[in-house]
T-cell receptor, first 111, second 112 residues
Framework: KNEVEQSPQNLTAQEGEFITINCSYS?????LHWLQQHPGGGIVSLFM???GKKKHGRLIATINIQEKHSSLHITASHPRDSAVYIC?????????????FGKGTHLIIQP | KAGVTQTPRYLIKTRGQQVTLSCSPI?????VSWYQQTPGQGLQFLFE???????NKGNFPGRFSGRQFSNSRSEMNVSTLELGDSALYLC???????????FGPGTRLTVL
């Protein structure tokens, strides 16, 4: 069973700061997902990656398969980025074992 | 293209009752997964369906069951409800099992 650890659990920063959220997992995976959840419950998939780096707007996600580690970066953070960011992994069993989730990082960006 | 829809959005039941939740995936998506989210346990995998077949199930008791229809719509059922079943139930659809998952808004179930 994969164990997914995220850090930090809570993060408060000022608008404009560079944000980094980390995720580590214990066993091999087929893909890693970064999700965003706003108050009210809706979850949006930000990235799915199995190697290297992806960028979308001000968001960057990287993964190091050998070290079993991924990071999510937010550049020029804005109050609208305030949300819970969740790391999840698809197991190496072809994905039929569903996603295993980290506990999430509560991010607050103050104006 | 319409997103993933879930009905109902809110539900209040009493202990011992049963409940059925529905999920309509994005058109063309054949994989539907169900998740439970609680403050204590976070997000947990319930089960995944692909082309009407349940391919795997998470660590939940047999009171939790589901099915998928030929049009990919899915339902999950919880029988003999317990207080601890109070949670947000989310479904997500994707083209394949290992693919970007698109989440529905969830059904918030309260068991009294």
């Amino acid at each position: 069973k994969n164990e997914v650890e995220q850090s930090p659990q809570n993060l408060t920063a000022q608008e404009g700061e560079f944000i980094t959220i980390n995720c580590s997992y214990s066993v091999g995976i087929s893909a890693l997902h970064w999700l965003q959840q706003h108050p009210g419950g809706g979850i949006v998939s930000l990235f799915m990656l199995s190697s290297g780096k992806k960028k979308h707007g001000r968001l960057i996600a990287t993964i190091n398969i050998q070290e079993k580690h991924s990071s999510l970066h937010i550049t020029a953070s804005h109050p609208r980025d305030s949300a819970v960011y969740i790391c999840a992994v698809s197991g190496s069993g072809g994905g039929a074992d569903g996603l295993t989730f980290g506990k999430g990082t509560h991010l607050i960006i103050q104006p | 293209k319409a997103g993933v829809t879930q009905t109902p959005r809110y539900l209040i039941k009493t202990r011992g009752q049963q409940v059925t939740l529905s999920c309509s995936p994005i058109s063309g998506h054949r994989s539907v997964s169900w998740y439970q989210q609680t403050p204590g346990q976070g997000l947990q995998f319930l089960f995944e369906y692909f082309s009407e077949t349940q391919r795997n199930k998470g660590n939940f008791p047999g009171r939790f069951s589901g099915r998928q229809f030929s049009n990919s719509r899915s339902e999950m059922n919880v029988s003999t409800l317990e207080l601890g079943d109070s949670a947000l139930y989310l479904c997500a659809s994707s083209l394949a099992a290992v693919d970007t998952q698109y989440f529905g808004p969830g059904t918030r179930l309260t068991v009294l």
